[in-house]
């Protein structure tokens, strides 16, 4: 979440999009290299 100033001066928190596109990338990324040993 990313502070937005408003022009009449209220503050409002929005999702940052490109934050969060990142994060989704990486957190793809580890799933896909996660893997499953077996004993």
Do not use: C, S, W
Not at 9 to 34: C, P, W
């Amino acid at each position: 979440l990313r502070p937005y100033y408003h022009a009449n001066g209220t503050v409002n928190m929005q999702v940052d999009e490109e934050l969060k596109g990142q994060i989704h990338t990486e957190m793809m990324k580890a799933i896909l290299r996660f893997e499953v040993r077996e004993k």
